[in-house]
């Protein structure tokens, strides 16, 4: 029994110290000193032993439960100190690494643009107002007096959402006339800016997704002279002292009369080339005297309200604050491009 306990000791306490996790250590506890342990069993087999053996051998095994124990505490220590270490190390953050760069972008041309177009109309008194791109037929064409069999319906020029043509991606910012009007009284100065959508092809000055700003006033006799001299002004605070504009009359189902208003061509000054088409005059903005109808679909009394709205197509407005030729760099998204900005 003396060799069996010898031997038992031996191999118990060189598995315990070389146990390396606290869950192999735990089962080695069980393992020997358990209730169905490898010593217990030992010990149980005392009561075979004469009178004599029995205190030796009782002193031996109680000695090398003392060992097994003392070696488990001492490797638990051992262990744990181990895995808080290794966890330190991992968890380490070293401050004297060279931090990385933050990537901080630049402001898009367009939101330049927008911002400053926004600073000039808050100066003016004007409120800016948010519309939805998702809209209703009803208000992208109907309350904007545009008729059943208008071209710009069709669904070879408009993306419409569903089969009855009732929601579409707005193809400009005017339902925001309608909107604003029925929800603000007069006097209003409303300015609108966002995305609109067309199924036009790409190309150097046409894109499906592009940008407008819609300027309405509302008020008692407001006259065609307001609107040109705030157009004016307008491409003056937008271009510099000596900005030419030209007015020409034009068509719009939701004005009357109505006009577009040209800029001199930045790139050419009037001589005409690439960026003009040579015509020397860029396009800005369609605009005119709001239709009574639409005051009256809107709840607003013409007898007593007039006013104007024009729409600006804000791709060109950029393209000739930045003096960019071509449209596409605005949404290629070419960082080299993006960059010029900073
Ligand atoms: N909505 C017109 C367009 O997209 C522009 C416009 C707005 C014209 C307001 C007159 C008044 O072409």
């Known amino acids: 029994m003396k060799s069996q306990l010898s031997k038992l000791g ?16 735990e089962s080695l ?7 169905k ?36 505490e001492e490797n638990r220590a051992a262990i744990n100190a181990a895995v808080l270490q290794k966890k330190l190390r991992s968890e380490a953050l070293d401050v ?13 041309p367009m939101s330049i643009v927008v911002d400053e177009i926004k600073d000039i109309f808050i100066g003016m008194g004007f409120r800016i107002y948010d519309g939805p791109e998702i809209e209703m037929s009803t208000y992208n064409f109907d309350r904007l007096n545009t008729p059943a069999t208008h071209p710009a319906r069709e669904w070879t020029d408009t993306f419409y ?6 929601t579409l991606l707005r193809t400009h ?13 007069p006097p209003i100065r409303a300015a609108v800016f966002g995305r609109c959508y067309r199924k036009d092809e790409v190309d150097a000055t046409h894109s499906p997704m592009f940008h407008q700003m819609e300027g309405l006033v509302i008020d008692e006799g407001i006259t065609f002279a307001d609107l040109k001299t705030l157009l004016h002004d307008m491409a003056v605070a937008m271009y510099g002292e000596n900005t030419a504009t030209r007015f020409r009359p034009h068509h719009f189902p939701f004005t009357e009369p109505s006009c577009e208003m040209d800029v001199l061509c930045h790139e050419c ?12 005059w860029i396009e800005l903005l369609g605009a005119g005297v709001c239709n009574p109808r639409i005051l009256e679909m809107s709840g607003i ?17 950029a393209m000739r604050r930045f003096k960019i030729s071509d449209l596409r760099l605005m949404f290629d998204n070419d960082i080299r491009f993006l960059e010029m900005f900073k």
Not at 161 to 166: G, H, M, V
């Open 29 to 35: 506890r069980v393992k020997y000193l358990g209730k």
């Open 96 to 108: 004297t690494m060279p931090a990385t760069e933050p990537i901080i972008g630049v402001r898009h």
């Open 161 to 166: 959402l569903d089969n009855e043509s009732k």
């Open 173 to 185: 910012t005017s339902p925001m006339q309608a909107r604003v009007m029925e929800t603000v009284s």
């Open 301 to 317: 009394d013409p007898e007593k309200y007039s006013g104007w709205a024009f729409g600006m197509g804000l791709e060109r407005a």
């Open 10 to 25: 031996e191999i118990a306490l060189s598995e315990i110290m070389g146990a390396d996790t606290p869950e192999l250590l």
């Open 269 to 280: 000054g009037g001589k005409g080339c690439r960026v003009c088409k040579g015509e020397g």
């Open 37 to 72: 342990g490898e010593l217990t069993a030992i010990l149980r087999q005392m009561s075979g032993l004469s009178a004599e053996e029995r205190p030796i051998i009782g002193t031996l095994a109680n000695n090398l439960r003392e060992k097994i124990e003392a070696a488990i």
